[in-house]
């Protein structure tokens, strides 16, 4: 009986609507945090948008000359053996695909953004007037 009450008693009070006391939006006015007279974080959007994605493209190079090291390293390691001449080879041609759809990628994104008007490495999302 205890669990039926509680259960009807969060369901309604679920159902029944809350005020919301909500604040102009002309009045909110939001600071960026300073550090010795310099703006932290990202002052848009916009900005935070364009340096997750310049930060993946680094990443994902690094891991692509990462990778082609690697296979290098095992390609001269392998000491004539084929199967770890044949896998060192797969990691290379792996690494140099995976370098290509990154490019492609980079180029898909910049001729999107010239049909579509926007710079991806200037990404800026409009704010709202007050």
């Known amino acids: 009986m205890k669990k039926i009450v509680s259960i009807a008693s969060t ?15 002309g009045q909110i006015k939001i600071e960026r945090p300073v ?3 310099k703006p932290v974080g990202f002052g848009t959007l916009g900005n935070f948008i364009q340096n997750t994605l310049a930060l993946l493209f680094i990443v994902a ?11 290098a390293f095992e390609w001269i390691t392998s000491g004539g053996d084929k199967d770890a001449v ?6 290379i041609i792996n ?10 990628a980079f180029a ?3 001729v999107a953004g010239q ?16």
Do not use: E, H, S
């Open 11 to 25: 369901f309604l009070y679920l159902l029944t609507g809350m005020p919301a006391f909500a604040q102009d939006p």
């Open 115 to 130: 049909f579509l008007g926007f710079n991806v490495l200037d990404f800026k999302i409009p704010t709202p007037a007050p």
């Open 95 to 104: 690494a140099l695909v995976g370098l290509a759809i990154l490019a492609i």
């Open 61 to 71: 190079v690094i891991v692509v000359l990462f990778m082609l090291v690697w296979g």
């Open 35 to 37: 550090i010795d007279g």
């Open 108 to 110: 898909l994104f910049q």
């Open 86 to 91: 044949g896998k060192a080879r797969g990691r």
